[in-house]
Nanobody
């Protein structure tokens, strides 16, 4: 069974940086894509960043130039480097993996709070 476990969340001041990680375990069949979503208090979950099947990053416009997504295949870990954080980036950040044959997995999330 595939499991995703996020870590690295915490409290950071505006303008600061944080890196969240997603460790993947289990056997994944076929082609898969990993991405990050977030859910702010009282809001719907939204897409943040993705590594496409050909390894190219895709980011929502609100984080372009500030966030970067990467993956270390040797550690089976997905990262989201977040710089120049703003209070509106406060959210629970979720790791998501989906396969081209229809499987879909979510982590339980890690809380990022941006506050003075």
């Amino acid at each position: 069974q595939v499991q995703l476990v996020e870590s690295g969340g915490g409290l950071v001041q505006p303008g600061g940086s944080l890196r969240v990680s997603c460790a993947v375990s289990g056997i994944i069949s076929g082609v898969y894509v990993m991405d990050w979503y977030r859910q702010a208090p009282g809001k719907q979950r939204e897409f943040v960043a993705e590594l496409t099947t050909d390894g190219k990053p895709k980011l929502v416009s609100s984080v372009k130039g500030r966030f970067a997504i990467s993956r270390d295949n040797t550690k089976n870990t997905l990262y989201l480097q977040m710089n120049s954080l703003r209070p509106e980036d406060t959210a629970v950040y979720y790791c998501h993996l989906w396969t081209t044959d229809g499987m879909d997995y979510w982590g339980k999330g890690t809380l990022v709070t941006v506050s003075p």
